[in-house]
């Protein structure tokens, strides 16, 4: 059995990430952390492949994965955590996977498919020891139901529609689903982590602070060992 993966969608989230595991190791290098971060890309699709694709090497050489944590900055809900906070993810939902209508959104779950087609479901639970580990560790985080979205929510409109049909949402990514989907289908546990790059809301890139978040990230990534 080989250590934890950490999964990110950009480079520079996993830099953060090492920066923060190399700061918190034993300072006489007795304890190197059992700890892979890769950036696998942009979106739950190309997070699913890539990481099914790590899970799956690492099996076939007899060293699979004890866990995966998806991490990376996220958009967060205002009044529900701060830019700059960090947060974890109790389920990951694929926000958008569904149907649009006239009275509204209409999940996937809802439109009379066969269970097995849908891959275990739009919601995703992260794994109960891995999160109780992880909130154990960082005790300031937020703990919520993190989105997973195709495309970052950019107005006032969407913004409530989201909040309203998710109350118990903390922040949006773009890769937890995917990564979540990846992990249950190898028998992985699997966990999502954030901080928060921005509030959810009109598009006003101004309002995105991405040195603070990728400084949470790094004090986040102690966490990790
Ligand atoms: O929207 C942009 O203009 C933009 C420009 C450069 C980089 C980015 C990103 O890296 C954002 C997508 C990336 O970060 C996560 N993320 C951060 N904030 C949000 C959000 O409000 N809604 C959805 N995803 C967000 C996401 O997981 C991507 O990996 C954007």
Redesign the pocket.
């Known amino acids: 059995m080989t250590g934890l993966l950490v999964v990110t969608?950009?480079p520079a989230e996993a830099e953060a990430i090492r920066a923060g595991l190399t700061a918190s190791a034993a300072p006489d290098g007795t304890a190197p952390p059992d700890v892979t971060v890769l950036p696998v890309g942009?979106g739950p699709a190309v997070a699913a492949a890539a990481t099914a694709r790590l899970l799956a090497l690492a099996e076939a050489a007899g060293r699979p994965y004890r866990a995966v944590v998806s991490a990376?900055?996220?958009?967060g809900f205002v009044g529900r955590v701060a830019v700059g906070g960090t947060v974890l993810a109790d389920r990951s939902v694929a926000a958008d996977l569904g149907a649009e209508s006239p009275g509204g959104f209409i999940p996937v779950e809802d439109l009379g498919m066969p269970p097995e087609l849908l891959g275990g479901g739009r919601i995703v639970p992260a794994d109960p020891g891995l999160l109780a580990g992880l909130r154990a560790a960082l005790p300031g985080a937020a703990v919520g139901t993190v989105l997973t979205?195709s495309t970052?929510?950019g107005t006032a409109a969407s913004t409530a529609a989201l909040a309203q049909r998710h109350p118990d949402a903390v922040a949006?990514?773009?890769?937890g689903y995917g990564v979540a989907v990846a992990a249950a289908q190898a028998g992985v546990p699997f966990a999502e982590l954030r901080t928060v790059?921005?509030p959810?809301g009109p598009r006003d890139?101004s309002a995105w602070r991405m040195r603070e978040a990728f400084a949470a990230l790094t004090s986040a990534a102690a966490a990790l060992h």
């Open positions: 969608a950009v942009v990376g900055i996220a958009g979205v970052v929510t949006e990514a773009m890769e790059s921005n959810i890139r």
